[in-house]
């Protein structure tokens, strides 16, 4: 018996020492444990980067705002810049002028359209045409102030005057056709002269404009009559010019005003597309005028001839213009007109009436001896070119070789005087008809006319 109680006792204490054997063995074979408190630490720093990131895609995004902000800015400072370049540009123009402009009145014409309105117009609302007391600041220190709201007519009429010969003339010599401009109270003449023996005038009455301001000098003791009498002369590059007035195209929805301050001052064009409410402004330099021409114009006229210029047209579309001068006879017979070349391809000769009587032909005449006289034919198509202008053409030739040619160029209601005065180069006159010349020049001694220039309002 107390060997069999020993040996369960035995084996309990076997158990008992071999259970911690095997948690000791289990323990050394498990791996070791990895550190928990470094898994737990990673996710803040992970969190941090991100929000780090994030910071600084933010910041990114900031600064490429920014700097958009500041390439619009700059866009906007560069087209201001642009809008303001004309500004200083016509203040310098109008600090070398003898009278200073006042800022405020300098024209600006694509960046201010209505700035040439306000500053040398009457005001919209005063509903006057001349100068009132509210509108005659606006023109202070302008010499000269015209208003026509259509340009293209007074560019019809100067190109009347433009003598340009395409076969002829080089690009450069029809780029510089020059022209005096005369200004007075009543008129706005335009003067084209060659040498001293051509000279094409084309002129404007004041009644023409809808608004003329001629602010004359008001010297000391100067009576109204001498006022009167005083005119403006520069001159100026009339191709320039046209240019100017066609510059929105030929069309008669565009207004014009002249402007002009005075001697040294420039010839000031403030256009305007009434169509489209589009300005522009054109400055033209003027120079010092040479002595204008003054033909022999109180000799006796010879022979006088007023005539549909269609009709004359076609009589001077025949002739040969490889030709260099063209003889004109005026003749109180039959065939009262004649016109005749000699060219390259041969002679040629037109008689204008055959008939016994002048009357059917002409709507007025007065021939009252033969004169036949030759004129270079150069100077001779200007005249030409106003007759497709022109309705009535009146023809002047007098003793002395002086032929003149007076048309009236019609614009609408208006009409408008353009004059020719060209020197004969040769006499054609035989013996027989000097002695006729001569008679009657004896008996016409006491009754010279004074055959000035024609006046817009003379009738035939």
């Given amino acids: 018996m107390d060997s069999q109680q020993q040996q369960p006792q035995q084996q309990t204490q076997q158990q008992s020492q071999q259970q911690p054997q095997q948690q000791q063995q289990q323990q050394q074979q498990q791996p070791p444990p990895q550190p928990q408190p470094q898994q737990q630490q990673q996710p803040p720093q992970q969190q941090q980067q991100q929000q780090q990131q994030q910071q600084q895609q933010q910041q990114q995004q900031q600064q490429q705002q920014q700097q958009q902000q500041q390439q619009q800015q700059q866009q906007q400072q560069q087209q201001q810049q642009q809008q303001q370049q004309p500004q200083p540009q016509q203040q310098q123009q109008q600090q070398q002028q003898p009278q200073q402009q006042q800022p405020q009145q300098q024209p600006q014409q694509q960046q201010q359209p209505q ?104 010297q000391g003791g100067a009576s109204t009559a001498d006022q009167q009498q005083q005119v403006l002369l520069f001159k100026i590059n009339l191709s320039m010019l046209l240019d100017c007035l066609t510059i929105f195209g030929h069309s008669s929805f565009t207004s014009v005003q002249f402007l002009y301050r005075g001697y040294g001052s420039p010839f000031i064009l403030l256009l305007e597309d009434v169509s489209g409410g589009v300005e522009t402004h054109c400055s033209i330099k003027t120079m010092d005028a040479d002595e204008i021409l003054e033909f022999d114009l109180l000799t006796p006229v010879s022979n006088k001839l007023f005539m549909d210029s269609e009709n004359l ?7 040969d213009y490889t030709s260099n001068s063209l003889n004109i006879l005026l003749t109180p017979e039959a ?54 202008l022109s309705k009535k053409t009146r023809i002047s030739l007098t003793q002395g070789g002086l032929l003149s040619f007076h048309h009236l160029v019609a614009t609408g209601p208006q009409q408008h005087l353009v004059e020719f005065f060209i020197l004969a180069s040769s006499n054609n006159m035989d013996e027989h008809y000097y002695n006729q010349s001569n008679n009657l020049n004896n008996q016409n001694s006491n009754n010279v006319s004074n055959d000035a220039h024609m006046d817009n309002d003379v009738q035939y």
């Fill in 115 to 218: 700035a040439s309105n306000t500053r040398f117009s009457p005001s919209a609302n005063d509903g006057n045409v001349g100068p009132t007391p509210s509108n005659t600041a606006t023109l202070d220190g302008m010499a000269f102030s015209a208003k026509s709201d259509n340009a293209f007519e007074i560019s019809q009429v100067l190109s009347a005057i433009h003598k340009v010969d395409p076969e002829k003339s080089k690009k450069k010599d029809a780029q510089n056709q020059f022209a005096i401009c005369k200004i007075a109270e009543g008129t706005l003449t335009f003067i084209v002269e060659e040498g001293k023996h051509f000279q094409g005038i084309a002129g404007f009455k004041n009644t023409f404009f809808k608004e003329y301001h001629f602010n004359a000098s008001q």
């Fill in 313 to 319: 047209l076609e009589a001077f579309g025949e002739l």
């Fill in 335 to 388: 065939p009262f007109f004649r016109l005749s070349t000699n060219g390259q391809m041969g002679s040629f000769r037109m008689e204008y009436c055959k008939k016994k009587s002048a009357d059917d032909t002409f709507e007025y005449h007065d021939l009252q001896i033969p004169i036949e006289y030759s004129f270079p034919l150069s100077l001779i198509k200007p005249c030409i070119k106003a007759l497709s």
